[in-house]
Nanobody, 129 residues
């Protein structure tokens, strides 16, 4: 099975930068691996629904972002390392959430939670004012 492990979260002050990482391992039931799928980052604050943050196509050539993070966050991937990253700049308290990485059902970017099959355990990001 596919396993996704996020890391890099922490407690930071507003304006700080963090780089989240998500390492993938294993195969899907169809026998495909990390480089065959789009990846996404989502976040969820207590009492709120899971929110789309960013997504990247299987080959890293196409990306998309939520309006709330556009211009501040950058998603990237290194297929040789089976790792997807989320570089976060100029963080604000509104960015406080549990951040999840997820593997998509296909190769194309999407913001829909339902379009992702596998999820990591999440890494907590807390931004103080």
């Amino acid at each position: 099975q596919v396993q996704l492990v996020e890391s890099g979260g922490g407690l930071v002050q507003a304006g700080a930068s963090l780089r989240l990482s998500c390492v993938a391992s294993g195969r899907t039931f169809s026998g495909r691996t990390f480089s065959d799928y789009a990846m996404g980052w989502f976040r969820q604050a207590p009492g709120k629904v899971r929110e789309f943050v960013a997504t990247i196509s299987w080959n890293g050539l196409i990306t998309a972002y939520a309006d709330s993070v556009e211009g501040r966050f950058t998603i990237s991937r290194d297929n040789a390392k089976s790792t997807v990253y989320l570089q976060m700049y100029s963080q604000t308290p509104e960015d406080t959430a549990l951040y999840y990485c997820a593997q998509g059902k296909g190769i194309i970017t999407t913001s829909s939670v339902n379009a992702y099959d596998y999820w990591g355990q999440g890494t907590q990001v807390t931004v103080s004012s």
